[in-house]
Every structure is written in C-alpha cells, then in structure tokens.
C-alpha cells in the first residue's frame, strides 16, 4: 500500500463517522419541507460515497433504479480541507429536494417550458423552497437574493463553474480540472504530517496529479490535493 492510499483511507473513515450527523441534518430539513408541500421527501433513502466529480443527486424510481439522494463526504463533510459553508452544504440538499420535488408534485404548466433535469419545472420548485436555481455550484451563491422571475423565463445557464451534482458533460469538466498540475519540480509544499518537502518528480495521472516528495531524506508519492503550498504563491 502507498502512503496515498493509507492517507485516503484514513480520510474517508474519518468522513464516514459524520454520516450520523449528516444524514440526521438532511432528514430533519427535508422533513420540514415534506410538511409545507405535502410530500415524502424525508422517507426517501439518503447514501453516502466519495465522488470527486459530484456534490449531490437525486435518482428516480425506475427499473433499474431504486429511489435516493446521494452525497459526496469529500464535499459536504465538515473534516475535509475546504468544508462547504453552513448555507452552500444546505443549498445542495434544497437543490436535490427540487428535482424530487420536480417528479413528486404537480407543476403548473406555465412553469412546464423547458425541459431538462434543470428546467423551468426544476427552477419552479428552487422558487418554492428557495434554492439557488442554478445547476452549477459556486461558493457563497446560497446567501444571494434570487431573481426566481427572472430566471423562469431566461433559458440560458451560466456554464462558468463546476457543477453541483450528476451532468455528465461537466463531470468531466471537474476531472480535467483536477488534472491541472499546481507545482512545478523543486516547488517547497508542506504536508500535515511529513512536514515541508521538496517536489521531485510530476506524474499527471486519471483525475489528479501523483507528486514525488522529498520529505527529510525520503521520497513519497502524493496527490497534489492533499498539499498545500509553503508560501501563498497562488494567483
Ligand atoms: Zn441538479
């Protein structure tokens, strides 16, 4: 096992232990709305993975799926590097409510227009529980005002920033994104625990970016995501 594996695994265990928590927020805010719309939207199982590509989703019942919402622990945990905030992580459980709200509820046809996972008929029920009726995530974007009239009637999305649940197109854009490569050889990084090395070698890879690090006399072979640069020298 390389030392990014065990570092991984360590992660997602610690992760896991917020499923509770999570799970019991998610519940409790779904249980509140089933209660103004008249729905079963807190019945509806809630799973939890480890998706690099996807915030969040909303499966319909079908033949060869079972009903439920899923999260991903490396974007709503609270114990990752960069945690959502308190209004964005609830923002992503109203914007998968939506869509089991688009196919549980009967939507006025005038908000019927535009077809799509996020169309008119989504960005209605976004109006009604006040989500961000975006299909894209963007930090900060939750304690906005929203123009709901506005957007029920403009048919273009803002296709700028990353995604916030399953869109197949986009998906891949967040992977390319990731594939970026942050350092250059002989960069100084500091790790939480191996302390300040210096980058050696640069392996671009599937999703992400394999350093070879030069801790104190030893070389390890990192993802560049789990570093975080010596000096602020971002742009
Ligand atoms: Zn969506």
């Known amino acids: ?13 610690r992760l896991q ?3 509770p928590v999570l799970t019991a927020l998610i519940k409790n805010l779904y249980e509140g709305l089933d209660r103004r719309f008249h729905l079963n939207g807190a019945k509806v199982p809630v799973t939890f993975g480890f998706d690099t590509d996807s915030l969040g989703s909303y499966t319909r019942q079908s033949a060869h799926n079972e009903e439920h919402f899923h999260f991903s622990l490396f974007f709503i945990a609270y114990g990752v590097k960069n945690p959502l905030s ?11 409510y939506a869509h089991y709200m688009q196919y549980n509820m009967s939507i006025p ?35 906005r005002d929203h123009d709901y009239d506005k957007v029920l009637k403009n048919r273009i999305h803002d296709k700028t920033v990353p995604i916030r649940d399953t869109y197949q197109r986009l998906q891949k854009a967040q ?8 350092y250059k ?14 980058v050696e070698k640069i392996s671009p890879r599937s999703g992400g970016v394999h350093l070879h690090i030069r801790f104190d006399g030893e070389v390890k072979c990192i993802d560049q995501k789990w570093l975080m640069k010596r000096r602020d020298s971002y742009k």
């Not at 308190?86 to 998968?96: G, N």
């Not at 109006?127 to 930090?139: E, H, M, N, Q, R």
């Open 109 to 143: 046809e005038k908000y019927q227009w535009q077809t799509g996972t996020h169309g008119s008929a989504w960005k209605y029920c976004c109006s009604l529980i006040g989500a961000v009726p975006t299909p894209y995530y963007k930090a900060g974007e939750a304690l």
């Open 17 to 19: 232990k917020e499923i």
């Open 185 to 198: 050889i002989g960069d100084e990084v500091a790790h939480p625990r191996f302390g300040n090395g210096i």
């Open 175 to 182: 992977k390319q994104k990731n594939e970026i490569i942050h």
């Open 86 to 96: 308190k209004e964005d992580r609830i923002d992503l459980f109203k914007h998968e």
């Open 1 to 13: 096992m390389t030392y990014y594996d065990r570092e991984d695994q360590f992660l997602r265990q």
